[in-house]
């Protein structure tokens, strides 16, 4: 990767991606680049269009206008190969509570059409890489909410993605139960060396752990880069005495009525369904 | 060969403990034959339906009350008034094949609430982004239903067995009930998940499936034989699946005369019917 981060390979490009619920547009024009191999965080606030544009790479919109490439592979047309490179874990919590943790995992080796002689022992180490070797035969149901993040992260494992795509994967957990996804997701994907693209409202966590970020408001990207290099824009603007973060950075995004739209993130809508994600367990 | 890795990957000396640890999970599995898709999901989703049944078995319980009260009340009264032109077995033993239908219809028909379920709770949004087809995942979800369909038929075989019904217990005819009931609720889970499509919210599914189970039972000659029937209902009773599959399950478990080649010929095809309609509208789910 350059300085500037930019890669050689792209993992995911969005070019004019559009997608509107009804007369509310909710991705207006996305381009995005991100690179193979990468940990990319796609940042922004309640209702910026991060869900919707992930839902578009993931086959499960269609594109109505625009292009969406992964590892080359139109969207639109190649879905089937999309999703076999494809690990996704959705914003909400989505185990399924009257299966045990195995079995959760083991349905997805099976969808992905890991051979029978291998499913065991796959399944098996994709629960020993998230941490739930020792309950993997409890019931999701009866999992902690960090527990249910690590059991989607190892559904989504099993199939050896080359780009896992994770929505809001801390939300609602603790600072340690945080700590812990992240450390195994990284951990996987340094023997693996497969492309993270990540949402989080939890800007230290972009920083320390994303290779780039960019920040969406209003259904398009309106600043993207390396975090360093982020925070070092804002701090030529204000002036050299100002040690400007991450979050700075957001809210100078976020804050701006871009358009002449006001801040429209943090609806109620949006806010009910972070609480309810919050909330839910498997 | 695509479980050659047995060896894992060369690994430089520092990553060597994580790559063992992490092995198969570096390698992608191979892709099916488009061929195998269709039978692989469907084998898969049935094994967690099975995987369910076994975690949980108070529904079992619960959904064998229903069918009990039909054959032992309705059944037995009926049988002693005896006014229902049965073609000269107890009543009892003609009523025995409709409610075998009629409860495994009813819970086709809630399996679309299922999936509402699952589509609220993520679990149905995750499937769509696996390498499945919606035909293939609807026709999964469809025996799926079915296998919780064949687990109550045979609870309330044995009811019936219990109450002296007597049934014909020839491997080949019971290879049949099978075959039709899974027919059957295939039929009416498709048409469950057809309308979840269409209506979306677990209410309003919840409101129509118990607007129209009813009503098939009725419609149908689970109860009673088409031929007392005013002309309007036997119209409908001709165009109700459900009718065909009770046919079937009596020629098969009664040996009474049916029309085993026209009832699976009609079943066959409602339930490739319904996998159509059902597999176009689960996009509308998702999104
Ligand atoms: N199913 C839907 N129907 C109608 N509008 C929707 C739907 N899903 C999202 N929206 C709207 O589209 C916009 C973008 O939503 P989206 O979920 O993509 O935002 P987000 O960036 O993921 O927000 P959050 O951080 O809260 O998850 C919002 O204004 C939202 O209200
Ligand atoms: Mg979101």
């Known amino acids: 990767m350059s300085d500037d981060g930019l890669p050689e390979e792209a993992a995911v490009t969005c070019t004019g991606l559009r997608y509107s619920f009804g007369r509310a547009t909710a991705v207006d024009g996305l381009d995005l680049t991100v690179g193979a191999g990468e940990v990319f965080g796609l940042l922004g606030p309640n209702g910026a269009g991060k869900t919707t544009a992930i839902r578009c790479m993931t086959t499960l919109l269609p594109v109505p206008s625009g292009m969406v490439r992964v590892f080359g592979h139109d969207v639109a047309k190649d879905r089937m190969r999309v999703r076999r490179l494809l690990g996704y874990v959705p914003q909400q919590l989505s185990a399924d509570s009257s299966l045990t943790g195995r079995e959760n995992v083991s349905l997805f080796a099976r969808v992905f059409d890991v051979p029978r002689r291998e499913r065991a022992g796959r399944v098996a180490q994709a629960l020993e890489a998230v941490g739930l070797a020792e309950a993997a035969d409890r019931m999701a149901g009866t999992y902690s909410g960090g527990m249910v993040r690590r059991l989607e992260l190892a559904q989504a494992l099993v199939s050896a993605p080359r780009l896992l795509i994770l929505d809001e994967p801390t939300i609602g957990l603790d600072p340690i139960a945080r700590t812990g996804v992240w450390e195994h997701i990284m951990a996987v994907r340094a023997a693996s060396g497969m492309t993270v693209l990540v949402t989080t409202h939890y800007m230290d966590e972009a920083d320390q752990y994303c290779d780039r970020v960019a920040l969406m408001h209003l259904g398009r990207v309106r600043a993207v880069g390396t975090p360093r290099r982020l925070t070092d824009d804002l701090r030529a603007r204000l002036g050299a005495d100002a040690s400007p973060t991450l979050e700075d950075v957001f809210r100078d995004v976020a804050g701006s009525g871009l358009d002449g739209a006001d801040h429209k993130g943090g609806e109620f809508r949006d806010v009910r369904r972070t609480r309810n994600t919050a909330s839910r367990v498997g | ?287």
């Open chain 2, 1 to 287: 060969m695509s479980a050659a890795p047995a060896t894992p990957p060369p690994a430089s000396a520092d990553g060597a403990g994580e790559q063992d640890r992490l092995g198969l999970l570096l390698v992608p599995p191979r892709h099916r034959p488009a061929w195998r898709l269709i039978p692989a999901r469907v084998a898969a989703m049935c094994v967690v339906e099975l995987q369910k049944l076994r975690h949980d078995r108070t529904e079992l319980y619960t959904r064998a009350i229903q069918p009990a009260l039909w054959l032992i009340i309705f059944g037995e009264t009926f049988t002693r008034i005896n006014v229902i032109p049965t073609g000269g077995i107890p009543y009892r033993d003609y009523l025995a094949p409709g409610i075998i239908a009629q409860s495994t219809m009813f819970i086709a028909i809630f399996y679309g609430i299922q999936i509402i379920w699952e589509r609220d709770s993520g679990v149905l949004t995750k499937l769509l982004v696996t390498p499945t087809p919606r035909a293939a995942l609807v026709t999964g979800k469809a025996f799926a239903a079915g296998v919780k369909a064949i687990v109550q038929a045979v609870v309330v075989v044995v009811i019936a067995a219990l109450l002296g019904v007597s049934m014909s217990w020839n491997p080949l005819h019971l290879a049949g009930v099978i075959a039709a009931v899974l027919l059957g609720s295939a039929f009416f889970s498709c048409l469950s998940v057809t309308i979840a499509g269409i209506v979306r919210t677990r209410d309003r599914l919840m409101g129509i499936g118990q607007a129209i189970t009813m009503p098939l039972f009725f419609a149908s000659n689970a109860l009673y034989p088409t031929t007392s029937m005013p002309d309007w209902l036997r119209v409908i009773s001709a165009i109700n699946p459900l009718s065909y599959e009770v046919d079937a399950l009596r020629g098969l478990l009664l040996g009474v005369p049916s029309h085993l080649t026209l009832d699976f010929a009609v079943l066959v095809g409602a339930a490739a019917l319904g996998i159509t309609a059902a597999s176009a509208l689960l996009g509308r789910l998702a999104r």
